[in-house]
T-cell receptor, first 109, second 114 residues
Framework: GQNIDQPTEMTATEGAIVQINCTYQ??????LFWYQQHAGEAPTFLSY??LDGLEEKGRFSSFLSRSKGYSYLLLKELQMKDSASYLC??????????WGAGTKLIIKP | NAGVTQTPKFRVLKTGQSMTLLCAQD?????MYWYRQDPGMGLRLIHY???????AKGEVPDGYNVSRLKKQNFLLGLESAAPSQTSVYFC?????????????FGEGSRLTVL
């Protein structure tokens, strides 16, 4: 079956760094996407990995290991506005995104 | 820049009533999707379309119908609403091809079925 595993909730301090891990099992693989979703709002696209390695995009970076079925999202210099849920979503062999429940990130001053 | 627009944003229905949610996108995207999101759960795909005039079932299609008569519009219908359909509904679009996984979402439609 298809499965996404992320921590349900994480807490971090403003200005710090946090890493959100994601492991996945899918039928086929065509990339791994990260989305951010603030409470009461729609998800917005953050990053995309199709090959192994690190993709950096400003304060956010995403890493992929296809052989391990593993990805992480790294957030640096945390700001209060980064409090949100972060959704890991692999793209399967049918080019459909498989969504987990997401990780709720709480930033404390 | 409108992007993806959903109407209505909020609706309360009684069990057995029908309604249609409208999604419109102005980005000339080929692919469009309807998802529902319930507390503590991931997004679940209801129906999707890979082009004008085409539709396909997703993970949870029962009780819903869709139509895509024009490329920019994707309609989601509830034939006979049930309390289990109380949810937040998101429409999304993507260009397709290599960027299939990069979805642009509407603001959501919050539906309550009493």
């Amino acid at each position: 079956g298809q499965n996404i595993d992320q921590p349900t909730e994480m807490t971090a301090t403003e200005g710090a760094i946090v890493q959100i891990n994601c492991t996945y099992q899918t039928s086929g693989f065509n990339g791994l996407f990260w989305y951010q979703q603030h409470a009461g709002e729609a998800p917005t696209f953050l990053s995309y990995n199709v090959l192994d390695g690190l993709e950096e995009k400003g304060r956010f970076s995403s890493f992929l290991s296809r052989s391990k079925g593993y990805s992480y999202l790294l957030l640096k210099e945390l700001q209060m506005k980064d409090s949100a849920s972060y959704l890991c979503a692999p793209l399967d062999s049918n080019y459909q995104l498989i969504w987990g429940a997401g990780t709720k990130l709480i930033i404390k001053p | 820049n409108a992007g993806v627009t959903q109407t209505p944003k909020f609706r309360v229905l009684k069990t057995g009533q029908s309604m249609t949610l409208l999604c419109a996108q102005d980005m000339n995207h080929e692919y469009m999707y309807w998802y529902r999101q319930d507390p503590g759960m991931g997004l679940r795909l209801i129906h999707y379309s890979v082009g004008e005039g085409t539709t396909a079932k997703g993970e949870v299609p029962d009780g819903y119908n869709v139509s895509r008569l024009k490329k920019q519009n994707f309609l989601l219908g509830l034939e006979s609403a049930a309390p289990s359909q109380t949810s937040v509904y998101f429409c999304a679009s993507s260009p397709g091809g290599e960027t299939t996984g990069e979805l642009f979402f509407g603001e959501g439609s919050r539906l309550t079925v009493l």
